[in-house]
């Protein structure tokens, strides 16, 4: 598996945005499987979204769809997480996670934490209002 860290996460106002990078370590990042999870007090960790090994087909949980997008570049080992329209509903820690073995598929895939064999540290979100 690979190693994960996270950044970006940070405290903005509700309706703003932020970019959470998730750097992995590792020359065969492009057959991962990578996810966003987030994980708000005395709540169960979600499933925010996905790519796909070869990026080619990303998911997202219906709670996020039309104000999150999920990005990877290949070339610097790096999945983005860009989170519009924020609402503080939408505070959690938020963590990268990634498989190798895991695929998913449509149309509306939820993935438990416990299918991902790597995770990132967590980054902190903290929305407003």
């Known amino acids: 598996q690979v190693q994960l860290v996270e950044s970006g996460g940070g405290l903005v106002q509700a309706g703003g945005s932020l970019r959470l990078s998730c750097a992995a370590s590792?020359?065969?990042?492009?057959?991962?499987?990578m996810a966003w999870f987030r994980q708000a007090p005395g709540k169960e960790r979600e499933f925010v979204g996905s790519s796909t090994d070869s990026g080619g087909s990303t998911y997202y949980a219906d709670s996020v769809k039309g104000r999150f997008t999920i990005s990877r570049d290949v070339a610097k080992n790096t999945v983005y997480l860009q989170m519009n329209s924020l609402k503080p509903e939408d505070t959690a820690v938020y963590y990268c996670a990634a498989d190798r073995s895991l695929k998913l598929f449509g149309p509306d895939p939820n993935p438990a934490p416990s299918l991902f064999g790597s995770w990132g540290q967590g980054t902190q979100v903290t929305v407003s209002s």
């Open positions: 590792g020359r065969t990042f492009s057959f991962y499987t």
